[in-house]
């Protein structure tokens, strides 16, 4: 026979379980300590089993309280979310979202299908560019906001992602040791080109520019191609390059991030839902790395 679980029994097991008394459980609850004490026995008796051993004014979880513990907070988690699911407005419109162009393919597919799968009405629009341009868009109002590559993190609620920038270059290639250094850099608003040119200048390699495009698959080309190396985050390397050894001695890349932009006032409704989602995706990125 299926029983069904009051959730409202579950949040008072867990307020006990948490405070380790019924006092401190009703004070946190806005409830009665006879109230609270009443939901712990309708679980038990739901359950047939006793979940709290009681010692004068102490308590503590017996083996079976143990048990639930974990399944109780997967029951809140999973009602909150489906409530909030729900019960949040149900938006239509288009939005523009701005993603530099060496971040979209790793990264954004699955945050795409999940936000468009559950907001049907609204019509996303990607804008690839160059994070100098990106940003000049979301100021102009152009796009309502947008990823980043940058030499700094966000502040809280904008970093999405900590990375370093590697050297990369066809597997077992001979462009990393050649000289001049043939380097794919993309155009003068990579946010990669000026922090590399400086590391190479500063031990004094001499260095040719083979890419001047802001255009990915040019400069991946002429690397895969074995014509040049390139500035690459660490974290989005393609399958088919590798990181240039570190004994062929070229200079060490600073870090950068990926920052999540918005503008100034905030941005509209859609965007600041878009943006929970891209922060969801990146810690779940963020996660399964550690």
């Not at 097991?13 to 009665?32: H, K, R």
């Not at 609204?122 to 990823?147: H, N, R």
């Not at 001499?206 to 802001?214: F, P, T, Y």
Request: aromatic share 6%.
């Amino acid at each position: 026979m299926t029983r069904d679980i009051d959730i409202s029994l579950i949040r008072t097991f867990l307020a006990v379980a948490e405070s380790g008394g019924m006092t401190p459980a009703a004070l946190a609850l806005n409830l009665t300590q006879g109230a609270v004490s009443q939901k712990i026995q309708r679980l038990e008796s739901l359950f047939e089993t006793t979940l709290f051993e009681r010692h004068h004014r102490t308590i503590r979880l017996t083996a079976d309280g143990e048990r639930l513990m974990s399944r109780a907070y997967r029951l809140i988690s999973l009602n909150d979310e489906t409530w909030q699911f729900m019960t949040r407005p149900e938006f239509s419109g288009e939005i523009k979202l701005g993603v530099p162009l060496d971040i979209i393919r790793p990264m954004l597919p699955n945050i795409m299908r999940r936000f468009s799968r559950e907001h049907p009405k609204i019509q996303l629009t990607l804008v690839c560019d160059m994070t100098e341009k990106l940003l000049g868009a979301l100021k102009a109002g152009e796009i309502d906001l947008t990823l980043t590559t940058e030499s700094v993190p966000g502040k809280e609620g904008t970093l999405l992602l900590s990375d370093t920038l590697v050297w990369i270059g066809a597997p077992n290639g001979e462009a990393c040791r050649q000289k001049p250094l043939p380097v794919s850099l993309g155009s003068e608003f990579c946010a990669f080109r000026a922090p590399t040119l400086k590391a190479l200048d500063k031990v004094g390699i001499d260095w040719l520019a083979v890419c001047n495009v802001g255009n990915l698959e040019s400069i991946l080309a002429t690397v895969e191609a074995d014509m040049a190396v390139a500035p690459y985050l660490s974290s989005l390397i393609p399958a088919n390059l590798s990181v240039v050894a570190a004994d062929v001695g070229l200079p060490a890349l600073p870090a950068h991030f990926i920052n999540l932009r918005l503008p100034d006032s905030g941005g509209t409704l859609i965007a600041q839902e878009l943006a929970q989602y891209i922060r969801q995706g990146f810690a779940s990125v963020s996660s399964a790395a550690a």
